[in-house]
Every structure is written in C-alpha cells, then in structure tokens.
C-alpha cells in the first residue's frame, strides 16, 4: 500500500521493511528513520524439542562476530540519506 501511495507512511520494525523492500524490489520505498521503540531480537524453541535447541545453538555459538555484524547491516541497521540526497537541498 505505501509503494502504490495508499497510505503516506508505514511504522515496521526495520528487519522487516527491510525484508520486503529487498524481496519485492520496492525500489521507491526507503527507511526514513527511528520511532524511538526499541525491539530486542530473540528465538526461541519448545521445551520438548532438545534436539532442535541444541542445532540452533551450535548454529548460532558457530557464527563469527563479523558474521552477525553483516547479517545486522544487510538486515537490521539503518542509516539516513545524507544531507544532499534530501529534497530540502
């Protein structure tokens, strides 16, 4: 809707816009800034399933700090347009 201007804005966590905008290739959409929320990622896995505990875990102790720090830039962060790429300037 707010790629085809139904709605002006859209508040999403930023993994998610993210997501999207990449998937479909919405092109004219950008992440504009902060709401001032803050959301802790986590997972989770149900008491019953060890095993599925215990692949994830080795998953994630397997990955390098360089690693999560890229999966974070492509999926999570964000960084505002600089000051000549605004329509004021």
């Excluded at 997972?43 to 999966?71: C, H, Y």
């Amino acid at each position: 809707m707010l790629s085809i201007n139904e709605i002006d804005a859209m508040i999403v966590y930023i993994s998610s816009a993210a997501y999207y905008i990449h998937k479909m290739g919405l092109a004219n959409l950008r992440i504009a800034g902060y709401s001032g929320y803050e959301f802790k990622f986590a997972m989770a896995t149900q008491k019953n399933m060890p095993e599925l505990n215990s692949i994830l875990q080795k998953g994630l102790d397997s990955l390098s700090k360089k690693e999560i720090q890229t999966i974070y830039e492509k999926w999570v962060s964000f960084s505002p347009d600089s000051f000549y790429e605004t329509k004021k300037f």
